[in-house]
T-cell receptor, first 114, second 115 residues
Framework: DTGVSQDPRHKITKRGQNVTFRCDPISEHNRLYWYRQTLGQGPEFLTY????????KSRLLSDRFSAERPKGSFSTLEIQRTEQGDSAMYLC????????????FGQGTRLTVV | AQSVAQPEDQVNVAEGNPLTVKCTYSVSGNPYLFWYVQYPNRGLQFLLKYITGDNLVKGSYGFEAEFNKSQTSFHLKKPSALVSDSALYFCAVRDPRTGGFKTIFGAGTRLFVKA
């Protein structure tokens, strides 16, 4: 069990560019979550997948954000036309089982938009 | 709407003393409650959870938490703090009535344990 892995760990991009992050969940976990965390705040829910189906999206997820989990395994989060306000830590987590099970988090991708 | 409040930005405690990190929530009904810890350059790690049953739940590293439905609180406690407990702690809530797996986190409390 290698845990949840995220790539890249750090990304610096110019405003207006597109970026894509990858998350590999724990292999047997069927649920995958994306969160965003800014300095001094707790993680904010962005979206959630059960297998390959995206079941819930936060209103925080503007049209510039899109997430996929094409085969129910890894997931990607793309941000188009990045803005300085997108600078944050993007966290991925996964879980398996009922609604009362805890999630396992990756170390995150830190995005800096300059 | 669901919400979680951690009223203290920072808690300072001397090593060997008991510690409490406070959490209150706003969810109707019977929520699922979680505590996570975040060490520098590491992902959030699960500490413990309350689902149902005994109001006192025990978790990793000697931590425990007490669920109080009347006060809508879920305070994290440890009888004897260690310097290595210094980290950022997050309380989180999930409302099973709304379905789904959306979890709402508090803003976090930084625990500083002095030797």
């Amino acid at each position: 069990d290698t845990g949840v892995s995220q790539d890249p760990r750090h990304k610096i991009t110019k405003r207006g560019q597109n970026v894509t992050f990858r998350c590999d969940p724990i292999s047997e976990h069927n649920r995958l979550y994306w969160y965003r965390q800014t300095l001094g705040q707790g993680p904010e829910f962005l979206t959630y997948f059960q297998n390959e189906a995206q079941l819930e999206k936060s209103r925080l997820l503007s049209d510039r954000f899109s997430a996929e989990r094409p085969k129910g395994s890894f997931s990607t989060l793309e941000i188009q036309r990045t803005e300085q306000g997108d600078s944050a830590m993007y966290l991925c987590a996964s879980s398996f089982g009922q609604e009362n099970t805890e999630a396992f988090f990756g170390q995150g991708t830190r995005l800096t938009v300059v | 709407a669901q919400s979680v409040a951690q009223p203290e930005d920072q808690v300072n405690v001397a090593e060997g003393n008991p510690l409490t990190v406070k959490c209150t929530y706003s969810v109707s009904g019977n929520p699922y409650l979680f505590w996570y810890v975040q060490y520098p350059n590491r992902g959030l790690q699960f500490l413990l959870k309350y689902i149902t049953g005994d109001n006192l739940v025990k978790g990793s590293y000697g931590f425990e938490a007490e669920f109080n439905k009347s006060q809508t609180s879920f305070h994290l406690k440890k009888p004897s703090a260690l310097v290595s407990d210094s980290a950022l702690y997050f309380c989180a809530v999930r409302d099973p009535r709304t379905g789904g797996f959306k979890t709402i986190f508090g803003a976090g409390t930084r625990l500083f344990v002095k030797a």
